[in-house]
Antibody
């Protein structure tokens, strides 16, 4: 079936990096973009960036000031999001989501919880 | 950045009654080239990821009940649930995809 499966929860120290994976199945990975969105408890959804599944082009939110890197492995139908220089404020749930030709999101992963604590 | 402002923050509606959620963008998200408004609506239930309900302001996703409808243009948009069902209890978000950074509204919690 069509789905996005994300990697498991992570616990990191401040200053560290985290890399989350998002494996797609049930559709042609290269025909769609993958977005990364995060959501702190009780907060609005925050878009981080996207990658074109076909050509690998990326677009990032400047709100993350070069801390975020999104990559993909087409042979594994998997996208990755790496966030560096973590602070406790990065403790939240991170979602990957599929984007069709235009940047809304029509399929979401279940989310990955990242906890940043010393 | 385009700021998306939703109202109300929450609303309680009786079963079978109408619920309306408003979303306002800080600038127009209507494209002059294709005359489309770049607005989507999502539903999020507790412990679940968001689910796309509507794109292009008013185009329902496959499988979304027709009691959900979207309207509006330019900067002002509305999601209407014509006859609220128990399974519609959720938080609803609007999102503009006219330009990056993509931005979401703050959410509206719908309760019975």
């Amino acid at each position: 079936q069509v789905r996005l499966v994300q990697s498991g929860a992570e616990v990191k120290k401040p200053g560290a990096s985290v890399k989350i994976s998002c494996k797609a199945s049930g559709y042609t990975f290269s025909n769609h973009a993958i977005h990364w969105v995060r959501q702190a408890p009780g907060q609005r959804l925050e878009w981080m960036g996207w990658i074109n599944g076909g050509n690998g082009n990326t677009k990032y939110s400047q709100n993350f000031r070069d801390r975020v890197t999104i990559t993909r492995d087409t042979s594994a139908s998997t996208a990755y999001m790496e966030l560096s220089s973590l602070t406790p404020e990065d403790t939240t749930v991170y979602y990957c989501a599929r984007g069709p030709d235009f940047p809304y999101m029509d399929l979401w992963g279940k989310g990955t919880t990242v906890t940043v604590s010393s | 950045d385009i700021v998306m402002t939703q109202s109300p923050d929450s609303l309680a509606v009786s079963l079978g009654e109408r619920a309306s959620i408003n979303c306002k963008s800080s600038r127009s998200i209507l494209s002059s080239s294709n005359h489309q408004n770049y607005l989507a609506w999502y539903q999020q239930k507790p412990g679940q990821p968001p689910k796309l309900l509507i794109s292009w302001t008013s185009t329902r996703e496959s499988g979304v009940p027709d009691r959900f409808s979207g309207s509006g243009s330019g900067t002002d948009f509305t999601l209407t649930i014509s006859s609220l069902q128990a399974e519609d209890v959720a938080v609803y978000y609007c999102q503009q995809y006219y330009t990056t950074p993509l931005t979401f509204g703050g959410g509206t919690k719908v309760e019975i």
